[in-house]
């Protein structure tokens, strides 16, 4: 007692914050060169000894961190982990190694990268590492679009209901997938790339080479996220578009001045909405004719995603796989399946559920995944956690509507990064239970 006593009274926040700073930057390299679609063809044992290393390493920043700097924790979140550990040891016969692997990230995410988010010196390195990272791959991937240069490898022939795993490079499926293996997971990455551009844009003074390189920069990854063509992306550029337009709109004096100056400013922001619509379309339409300017033997490109256009669900199966994923809660309702042993625990006790009968391994909403992975307790933990937040981003929202000038640029770039991560969640999993770098986002900003 007296060896912990005087340890506590040591200064390990120096410690955590430097061990969360390298953490982090290798972290976010390794998570951008994950999102590539060449990275599934490295030998495994590059990618163990990598992460393997990097769990390490993030592990003894939030071992220290909950120790010494018990206090600072979020208790909803220590509660959290604990569920899911509950879950795992529960569930233990339909396998407990991938899951013990899983709650070493959670363990990082929650006490760690939650921990050191108040960190502004690095959360400037993450941005520049993001944009340029992104700047680069997004073009190269554009020009596999422009030269036509794209490829696709079946990794499991046997198997059409596996086709996610299929290798796909450059323009397919009337979509561009370029350097990316998940263009959807990518294109979100891709936004909060150019939210965090944007902000460099209003710090630069205006028509200065640094102002013009940015909107090229912008205009890049733009590009790539409509050739991509993720609804999701689409719905949360919308929302953000909605709320910045409403927020700058209602300032101006001629409409605060008005009689009505919420419901103009309102008015006058779903136009903005609507126009963006025509303008992304527009802009589609004119993208298809750009491979023709390179090569005449190319006619213009079809830019349908063939994957909504012959399907008759305009959910792309999503309704399905959610109301199969909470049949399967209900026959897990206290504790869940655990984070890896969903379909294992549902071929076990349901075995002709929806999600099972298809081969989909993931509930493709994150909200519905916290209640089927850690049942009624998770949620529980979990939830209070999501309101907590969600009321704080509320009041800065509202600020920023009545009072834009007095939200700083930094808190609008995480306000919008986060509502965006927050409608992908929606639609796409891995947002809480995985390791990528959309987690890393939404834990450094939320």
Request: charged content about 15%.
């Amino acid at each position: 007692m007296l060896f912990y006593s005087k340890l506590n009274k040591l200064n390990f926040r120096p410690i955590v914050r430097n061990i969360g700073a390298y953490f982090c930057v290798l972290f976010l390299f390794f998570s951008i060169v994950r999102l590539m679609n060449f990275y599934r063809f490295l030998p495994s044992s590059i990618n163990i000894t990598v992460f393997g290393l990097l769990a390490l390493c993030g592990l003894c920043g939030a071992a220290i961190n909950f120790v010494f700097n018990f206090k600072c924790q979020n208790k909803f979140l220590i509660f959290f982990w604990l569920s899911i550990l509950v879950s795992c040891v529960l569930r233990m016969r339909y396998g407990f190694i991938e899951n013990l692997k899983e709650l070493i990230w959670y363990a990082i995410d929650f006490f760690l990268l939650y921990q050191i988010r108040d960190n502004k010196h690095l959360l400037d390195v993450i941005k520049k590492i993001t944009t340029m990272s992104f700047l680069v791959i997004t073009f190269l991937s554009l020009v596999t679009y422009v030269i036509q240069l794209n490829f696709y490898v079946e990794i499991e022939p046997n198997d059409p209901l596996l086709h996610e795993d299929d290798f796909r490079f450059g323009f397919i499926e009337n979509r561009l997938f370029g350097l990316f293996s998940n263009p959807n997971s990518a294109s979100t990455a891709t936004f909060i790339s150019i939210l965090f551009l944007f902000e460099e844009l209003t710090k630069s003074k205006i028509f200065s080479c640094k102002f013009w390189q940015n909107i090229i920069f912008i205009f890049i990854q733009f590009t790539y996220i409509i050739l991509a063509g993720s609804r999701t992306v689409f719905l949360a550029m919308i929302l953000n578009i909605f709320i910045a337009s409403w927020g700058y709109i209602r300032s101006l004096k001629e409409i605060s001045k008005s009689k009505r100056p919420l419901i103009i400013s309102m008015l006058l922001s779903f136009l903005c909405c609507v126009f963006f619509c025509f303008f992304c379309t527009f802009f589609k339409k004119i993208l298809s004719f750009l491979p023709c300017l390179f090569n005449a033997n190319i006619k213009k490109i079809n830019t349908e995603r063939i994957d909504i256009k012959t399907s008759g669900d305009i959910s792309n199966l999503r309704f399905s796989i959610w109301l199969s994923a909470i049949e399967i809660f209900k026959k897990a309702w206290l504790f869940g399946t655990s984070p890896k042993n969903l379909i294992m625990y549902a071929n076990d006790v349901i075995p002709n559920t929806f999600m099972v009968r298809l081969k989909y391994r993931m509930v493709h909403n994150t909200y519905i995944e916290i209640f089927v992975y850690t049942g009624i307790i998770g949620a529980c933990c979990f939830y209070p956690f999501i309101i907590k937040n969600g009321s704080k981003l509320l009041k800065i929202l509202s600020e920023f509507i009545s009072r834009i000038k007095n939200v700083n640029i930094q808190t609008r770039t995480a306000m919008f990064a986060v509502f965006s991560i927050a409608i992908f969640g929606f639609f796409e999993p891995g947002i809480i239970f995985s390791s990528n770098i959309l987690t890393f986002f939404l834990w450094l900003f939320v």
